[in-house]
């Protein structure tokens, strides 16, 4: 059965263009368009499609607002359009927030020029985040969520920033994984653990957002994330989860060094290793890599470098990254966590860690922050 699409922009070309590319998939629908955010709620409801392609900057009303009332009244999987400017990275991060499903950059030049490789990222991407549908009216809220209580004032770094007027609490990612059933894994042990270690890629921005926000601020291990995002994205998304957190988060450089209670985001296009003196070495993206950054890299230079003592984790993402660098922490005798299918906006890299057998535990998104600190010496 041909997966249903509505195609939401103001922009005539844009939606077109986005129309024909995915017309010529015979696996793909496109059963509608609209041209602003209240055509697409009128359109949702009526045509239910199985996946919505969502402008953001439309007049009426704005692609954010329409993805949190399709939220409210009809949960379907949305794919925003964004710019890559750091100001299309907030955007697309509250549209994330508004319960987005994943994005993609909106370039009219690659459009215009490199026609074949856009239209198979987008059709790869409309038939990834349609697979969510089946769990996706499960999970996704009816109500906003409250808003995670503020760092204490001594904190430190919980300061108005850029994303001060957007909180990220009207998310409904948070009742998804609430909604769900936990993992029936035991219990964490408790360990002197050196690193922490957390791989993503779709649905990531929330889920960490999720994790992040349950730790205090003397979280006693260092933190590293590997989340897959563009480089013009990575900035604003430490950004974020700094003003969220109780935890201190920054984009990682070269030289930075790993410290409890710190979270070092991976930079978009380039990869992160680790050393033995916990010293961050950043290195440029690899084209011959799928993914920059690339989980498999992270962990694998934490294995080398830290042995037992890394407590790993791979969270909602397609794909199987994460995978081998897991497998050579579970060699140097590290733990490894995997994010249970149910809680997972797309069940492919944890998924890859179970099937190779590599899991210490399986837990919900909603249990992994306070295992992280129970298990944390």
């Not at 990220?168 to 909604?179: E, M, N, S």
């Not at 249970?340 to 190779?356: F, L, Q």
Request: glycine fraction near 8%; proline fraction near 7%; charge should be positive.
């Amino acid at each position: 059965m041909a997966v249903k699409v509505l195609v939401v922009d103001d922009s005539g070309f844009f939606r077109r263009r986005v129309s024909e590319i995915l017309s010529a998939d015979p696996t793909i629908q496109v059963v509608g368009t609209a041209t602003n955010g209240k055509e697409a709620i009128d359109q949702a409801l009526a045509l239910k499609p199985d996946v919505i392609t969502m402008d953001y900057e439309m007049p009426m009303m704005d692609g954010i607002t329409a993805v949190r009332h399709i939220m409210q009244r009809c949960p379907t999987p949305v794919l925003m359009f964004s710019s890559l400017t750091h100001e299309g990275a907030r955007v697309t991060l509250d549209a994330l927030d508004a319960g987005a499903v994943d994005y993609l950059p909106k370039n009219f030049e690659d459009i215009s020029r490199n026609p074949d490789k856009v239209k198979q990222l987008l059709c790869e991407k409309v038939h990834t985040i349609s697979r969510s549908n089946r769990r996706f009216g499960s999970y996704a809220s009816h109500a906003p969520v409250a808003a995670p209580a503020p760092a204490p004032a001594g904190a430190g770094h919980a300061a108005a920033s850029s994303f001060a007027s957007q909180p990220a609490a009207r998310t409904p990612a948070p009742a998804r994984a609430a909604a769900v059933a936990p993992a029936h894994s035991p219990a964490p042990k408790r360990k002197p653990y050196k690193l922490v270690a957390i791989g993503t890629s779709t649905g990531g921005p929330v889920a960490l957002q999720r994790v992040l926000t349950q730790l205090p601020a003397n979280f006693p291990a260092p933190i590293v994330l590997i989340q897959h995002m563009p480089a013009a994205f990575t900035k604003a998304f430490a950004e974020r989860l700094d003003k969220l957190c109780r935890i201190s988060v920054k984009e990682a450089e070269d030289g930075d060094m790993l410290r409890p209670g710190l979270a070092l985001l991976a930079p978009g296009g380039k990869q992160m290793m680790i050393d033995g003196r916990g010293t961050v070495k950043i290195l440029p993206g690899d084209e011959r890599l799928n993914y920059k950054p690339c989980v498999d890299i992270t962990f694998g230079s934490a294995a080398k470098s830290y042995g037992d003592k890394v407590l790993s984790v791979v969270l909602t993402g397609m794909g199987a990254d994460g995978r081998e660098g897991a497998r050579l922490l579970k060699q140097g005798g590290s733990t490894v966590w995997a994010q249970d299918e149910a809680s997972c906006v797309i069940y492919g890299m944890p998924m890859a860690i179970v099937k190779a057998n590599l899991a210490d535990a399986v837990y919900s998104l909603d249990e992994i922050g306070k295992h992280l600190v129970e298990a944390c010496v």
